[in-house]
């Protein structure tokens, strides 16, 4: 594929009551090293406090009134929880962080590079010891002008305290990285990680030279952290399309433990960099959460928060993997993972033919009308209910009513996306409107722990007392 982007081509336990809409790459646990969790490498970064929401002692005592009626949800709540906590660390606990992670790790590749790239190297002798300088600058000059930093703007609202009564919602900002995949007629196509972008109320991406546009999701892909996001071609200016170029891809399939990687991403939010390293290892699987497991590229490179994203590089500047993830612990160095772009090709292209999706106005956002409950795995297992959004009960007037949907039924996918609970649900109908015809699939009951998947044309309505 020509890479110069004028041009480029497309490369392709818990149940909880909500009316829809109500309103995450989680710590990985490896089973060899359960005190050692793996975090999503996107980064946090400032707080701006927005707008004062209103509140008071009945809301709470309604809000208390709930968790006693659901109170074996509480596991799964605080778990919840503690993913945001993880996700919206304040500043100070990101300093302690960049302690733990910028050390080791390119004091550890410096020794073994010595295969990375055919590039001219220099050697120093002290004592019989022999350092050795790799060169890595001709690639990465190639390839710096494919990748992009993302920064994701989301509105949290801290909710109810029960001394201070409604706190302040405020913004958050959060770094990621991006790799441009191709571009249509319109639009230029970035890949990132789905955590990178996931709860985001809005996106900009900031390019080589530093310009900054507005992005918009495309398609996600949350089983396997991966999202596309769009920018119109309108909206960039010709200094910066003759900046920029489509990424190549390579292969993961033929990666050999040993050779050589490149690492280049936000990391920290502070601006492109580049760490190099080695190929641990391939096909390493890896939980993601209680019931997903990803096979990804293992590295020592460094991967750092704000890398997510990010280009994983073999020495010819080929993108090997998309970095997601790496071990963060005191005993734990030098384990990066990457999404295998193999892996990855068929996805990307599925995510890239899907229309852009922009945000609704609150006001004018549909509703198809249900009050849901979160079916995971474990209760998935001990009722024998599909995984899914359980229909609690149906509101009158209502788009899921006059479609036909039933109490019992379980909603698996939602205008062709799959959702696994309320939450998901919710964020995909911050971009539809009132009026707008979707097709809902459910899992209906035909008989004792027996159901059959049945396919409705819902057309969303306002919301319904």
Not at 196 to 208: E, R, T
Not at 404 to 417: A, L, P, Q, T
Not at 420 to 440: F, P, R
Request: negative net charge.
């Amino acid at each position: 594929m020509d890479n110069n982007f004028n041009n480029g081509e497309n490369q392709n336990d818990s149940f909880i009551d909500n009316q829809v809409p109500v309103e995450e790459y989680t710590p990985i646990e490896p089973t060899p090293i359960e005190p050692t969790p793996i975090e999503k490498v996107s980064y946090v970064t400032d707080q701006k406090e927005t707008k004062k929401k209103k509140g008071g002692f009945l809301k709470f005592v309604k809000i208390m009134a709930t968790a006693v009626c659901f109170g074996f949800v509480a596991g799964c709540v605080m778990f919840g929880v503690t993913v945001v906590g993880d996700k919206l660390v304040d500043e100070k606990e990101t300093d302690r962080h960049i302690g733990i992670t910028l050390q080791d790790d390119t004091e550890e590749t410096t020794t073994k590079n010595e295969v990375l790239t055919t590039e001219t190297t220099t050697s120093k002798n002290e004592d019989n010891n022999v350092s050795k300088v790799i060169d890595v600058s001709d690639v990465v000059d190639e390839v710096m002008p494919s990748i992009v930093a993302i920064t994701s703007t989301q509105i949290v609202d801290p909710g109810y305290s029960f001394w201070f009564g409604q706190e302040e919602a405020y913004e958050q900002e959060g770094a990621g990285s991006g790799i441009i995949v191709g571009k249509s007629d319109k639009e230029l196509l970035i890949v990132t990680n789905n955590h990178v972008v996931a709860d985001a109320d809005s996106l900009s991406v900031q390019f080589i030279n530093e310009t900054s546009v507005d992005a918009y999701i495309k398609g996600t892909n949350a089983d396997n952290d991966l999202a596309v996001v769009s920018i119109p071609l309108s909206s960039i200016d010709n200094d910066t399309i003759n900046s920029i170029k489509i990424a190549t891809l390579g292969d993961s399939n033929n990666l050999e433990v040993g050779e050589g990687a490149i690492a280049i991403g936000n990391a920290l939010g502070y601006g492109q960099s580049v760490t190099t390293g080695v190929i641990s290892a391939v096909n390493r699987d890896v939980n993601v959460d209680s019931s997903t497991t990803l096979s990804l590229v293992q590295t020592d490179a460094a991967i750092n928060p704000g890398n997510s994203g990010g280009a994983l590089l073999n020495t010819k500047g080929e993108v090997i993997g998309i970095n997601a993830a790496k071990y963060s612990s005191d005993a734990v160095e030098g384990m990066g993972f990457a999404i295998p772009i193999s892996n990855a090709r068929e996805i990307i292209n599925e995510l890239m033919n899907k229309e852009t999706k922009i945000k609704v106005d609150e006001e004018d956002r549909g509703y198809i009308g249900i009050n849901g409950r979160d079916v995971d795995d474990t209760t998935s297992e001990i009722y024998g209910i599909p995984k899914g959004v359980y229909v609690y009960s149906t509101v009158e007037g209502g788009a899921a009513k006059k479609a036909g949907i039933e109490k019992g039924s379980v909603i698996v996918k939602f205008d062709g996306e799959s959702i696994s609970s309320m939450s998901e649900l919710k964020s995909l109908l911050e971009y539809y409107a009132i009026g707008e015809e979707v097709v809902v699939v459910a899992k209906v009951p035909d008989g004792p722990s027996s159901y059959v998947e049945k396919e409705y044309t819902l057309k969303l309505t306002g919301e319904l007392e």
